[in-house]
T-cell receptor, first 112, second 115 residues
Framework: KQEVTQIPAALSVPEGENLVLNCSFT??????LQWFRQDPGKGLTSLLL?????REQTSGRLNASLDKSSGRSTLYIAASQPGDSATYLC???????????FGKGTHLIIQP | GAVVSQHPSWVICKSGTSVKIECRSL??????MFWYRQFPKQSLMLMAT?????????EQGVEKDKFLINHASLTLSTLTVTSAHPEDSSFYIC???????????FGPGTRLTVT
């Protein structure tokens, strides 16, 4: 059964810092990995999708890498802003018929 | 982009009643949709996989007679919480699988409160 772990569980940093969020998964037989953002009481916003054949994906200040063989992914946030404050979730296929298995998330607070 | 809607966005019901939640893919067809549940301060947990024209597949520990899923068309799946109890209070989120991109697109979620 696929398990996803995210470290750290919570992070609070001053505005402007570069950040790295970590995600690990137990079953490396995945075909993609997704990073999401969730604001309090809200649904999910998809940030990046990395296919298994890719090493990384970039969108603006966000960069996600994937090392499938070691079962790890990182989300790099450059020049953090208060608006980046949210919970960041990592997810991989591993549920029934490719339903996603989610990590517990990293709760990020960017201090102005 | 691909858009998925959910209705209602929030609902309050009394214990013992049933509640139906709709999930629609607005600009693409989805033969497969998924239903997730999120308790406060917890992550999302897959409840079931909804397949158009066939029975849903439920994850271990999810009562299929309590959470009825119907995927009647390529753009609509419904989740009915039958005889709801306070412990069913949760945030329910659906997703639709866009096969051409093999990516799931998520709805905005439905917050259910059972009193």
């Amino acid at each position: 059964k696929q398990e996803v772990t995210q470290i750290p569980a919570a992070l609070s940093v001053p505005e402007g810092e570069n950040l790295v969020l970590n995600c690990s998964f137990t079953d490396s037989a995945i075909y993609n990995l997704q990073w999401f953002r969730q604001d309090p009481g809200k649904g999910l916003t998809s940030l990046l999708l990395i296919q298994s054949s890719q090493r990384e994906q970039t969108s603006g200040r966000l960069n996600a890498s994937l090392d499938k063989s070691s079962g790890r992914s990182t989300l790099y946030i450059a020049a953090s802003q208060p608006g980046d404050s949210a919970t960041y979730l990592c997810a991989v296929p591993g549920g029934g018929a490719d339903g996603l298995t989610f990590g517990k998330g990293t709760h990020l607070i960017i201090q102005p | 982009g691909a858009v998925v809607s959910q209705h209602p966005s929030w609902v309050i019901c009394k214990s013992g009643t049933s509640v139906k939640i709709e999930c629609r893919s607005l600009d693409f067809q989805a033969t497969t949709m998924f239903w997730y549940r999120q308790f406060p301060k917890q992550s999302l947990m897959l409840m079931a996989t909804s397949n158009e024209g066939s029975k849903a597949t439920y994850e271990q520990g999810v009562e299929k007679d309590k959470f009825l899923i119907n995927h009647a068309s390529l753009t609509l799946s419904t989740l009915t919480v039958t005889s709801a109890h306070p412990e069913d209070s949760s945030f329910y989120i659906c997703s639709a699988l866009r096969v051409s991109y093999y990516e799931q697109y998520f709805g905005p979620g439905t917050r259910l409160t059972v009193t």
